[in-house]
T-cell receptor
Framework: NAGVTQTPKFQVLKTGQSMTLQCAQDMNHNSMYWYRQDPGMGLRLIYYSASEGTTDKGEVPNGYNVSRLNKREFSLRLESAAPSQTSVYFC?????????????FGEGSRLTVL | QKEVEQDPGPLSVPEGAIVSLNCTYSNSAFQYFMWYRQYSRKGPELLMYTYSSGNKEDGRFTAQVDKSSKYISLFIRDSQPSDSATYLCAMPSTDSWGKLQFGAGTQVVVTP
């Protein structure tokens, strides 16, 4: 039972390079999310997708784009990476947008931008 | 100012002690309150949630909400080394339950 799977787990980029973080869930959840976690800042929402075909900005969307490819997959793209985007990125899913707040998280993708 | 404030710790306690964690929040419209646990290099997982004010108990864990003070607490009784983790409080945004506002997380270390 995989749950939420993120790839890659680790990545080092140079400033200006682009990359895509992939996320897939096998729980038939409708809603998916991308968070970043930084020391002292907690988890901050980047983008979310309430259902297949919709995406919305979260608290810190600048410098990122997302694609809800299908119900299972939700990708996060950095078009021109900056050192400020060095962080741990978590993908999460939930049964539906309006629930009791139970998000199921992946194990994270650790990104370093030099 | 963040909507949810949490002391990052670390909080070090001996095995068997009671661990006391807390968060304060500024938005009086918050109704649901969650605690997530995050082990090192893993994603957070939901530990408990409570609705409105009052207490909720689940085994060794007790969650308390005091809406009048905008203050929530998590207590861990008979703490074990396996409880060593970061504990994050979280509350759904008032415009969307899927958008959680997280505290910074408190790192707990339980020493044998």
């Amino acid at each position: 039972n995989a749950g939420v799977t993120q790839t890659p787990k680790f990545q080092v980029l140079k400033t200006g390079q682009s990359m895509t973080l992939q996320c897939a869930q096998d729980m038939n959840h409708n809603s998916m999310y991308w968070y970043r976690q930084d020391p002292g800042m907690g988890l901050r929402l980047i983008y979310y997708s309430a259902s297949e075909g919709t995406t919305d900005k979260g608290e810190v969307p600048n410098g990122y784009n997302v694609s809800r490819l299908n119900k299972r997959e939700f990708s996060l793209r950095l078009e021109s990476a900056a050192p400020s985007q060095t962080s741990v990125y978590f993908c999460a899913s939930s049964v539906r947008q309006h629930n009791t707040g139970e998000l199921f998280f992946g194990e994270g993708s650790r990104l370093t931008v030099l | 100012q963040k909507e949810v404030e949490q002391d990052p710790g670390p909080l070090s306690v001996p095995e068997g002690a009671i661990v006391s964690l807390n968060c304060t929040y500024s938005n009086s419209a918050f109704q649901y309150f969650m605690w997530y646990r995050q082990y090192s290099r893993k994603g957070p997982e939901l530990l408990m949630y409570t609705y409105s004010s009052g207490n909720k108990e689940d085994g060794r864990f007790t969650a308390q909400v005091d809406k009048s003070s905008k203050y929530i607490s998590l207590f861990i009784r008979d703490s074990q080394p396996s409880d060593s983790a970061t504990y994050l409080c979280a509350m759904p945004s008032t415009d969307s339950w899927g958008k959680l506002q997280f505290g910074a997380g408190t790192q707990v270390v339980v020493t044998p």
